[in-house]
């Protein structure tokens, strides 16, 4: 099945500094990856995508790449703020099934 | 460490059965577990928060007398899908936290895909 390693697992930032979350999975037939964020007791948060077809896709401050070849994708958050801590995690979907990384906590300090 | 585990990986069932999935936290006390819901190709559906010792808050739309969630204790959350029918067949997952109050790591199972028949 497929395996998604998340690195890293805390990340600590300076405010305005940029943050990367990277993700690496096993199986080339995954073709959607989802990133959600999630803020302490709420619900995941689905905040940025991107499928297999497309290398990047950006939202505001944030980015995702992918890399089939090299089966490895990022999240890519610019300008970071202090509300941009909480827990992010990405996932592969091979269609039947999502596959997640552990999670990766960012702290933005101010 | 943090390793949270799911039981059954793979359960079929006859239509109208109950159903119960266990979720632990293997090597930390976990206070606060939660329960994922997935269909294929959708993205994760939080269904509830399990908070040790008190009741589960479900998210909107989710039927609390379909889904029972019990955490008594600070390593196992359980969810029983009762009277399952078809259109409960799904992928459930559960995850851990270890520490609220500050922004923890959510620490997945490895999920359980329900087949109902």
């Known amino acids: 099945g497929e395996n998604v390693e998340q690195h890293p697992s805390t990340l600590s930032v300076q405010e305005g500094d940029s943050a990367v979350i990277k993700c690496t999975y096993s199986?080339?037939?995954?073709?959607?990856f989802p990133w959600y964020k999630q803020e302490l007791g709420k619900r995941p948060q689905l905040i940025i995508d991107?499928?297999?077809?497309?290398g990047e896709k950006k939202d505001q401050r944030i980015a995702v790449t992918l890399n089939k070849t090299a089966k490895h994708f990022s999240l890519h958050i610019t300008e970071t703020q202090p509300e941009d801590s909480a827990v992010y995690f990405c996932?592969?979907?091979?269609?039947?099934?999502?596959?997640f990384g552990t999670g990766t906590s960012l702290t933005v300090i101010p | 460490g943090a390793v949270v585990s799911q039981h059954p990986s793979w359960v079929i069932c006859k239509s109208g059965t109950s159903v119960k999935i266990e979720c632990r936290s293997l090597?930390?006390?976990?206070?606060?577990m939660f329960w994922y819901r997935q269909f294929p190709k959708q993205s994760l559906m939080l269904m509830a928060t399990?908070?040790?010792?008190?009741?589960?808050?479900?998210e909107q739309g989710v039927e609390k007398d379909k889904f029972l969630i019990n955490h008594a204790s600070l390593t196992l959350s359980t969810l029983t899908v009762t009277s399952a029918h078809p259109e409960d067949s799904s992928f459930y997952i559960c995850?851990?936290?270890?520490?609220?109050?500050?922004?923890?790591?959510?620490?997945f199972g490895p999920g359980t895909r329900l087949t109902v028949l």
């Open positions: 199986d080339s037939a995954s073709n959607y």
């Open positions: 991107i499928r297999s077809n497309v």
């Open positions: 995850s851990a936290i270890r520490q609220p109050g500050s922004t923890d790591t959510q620490y």
């Open positions: 996932a592969a979907n091979t269609g039947n099934q999502f596959y």
């Open positions: 090597d930390f006390q976990a206070t606060t």
């Open positions: 399990s908070n040790e010792g008190s009741k589960a808050t479900y």
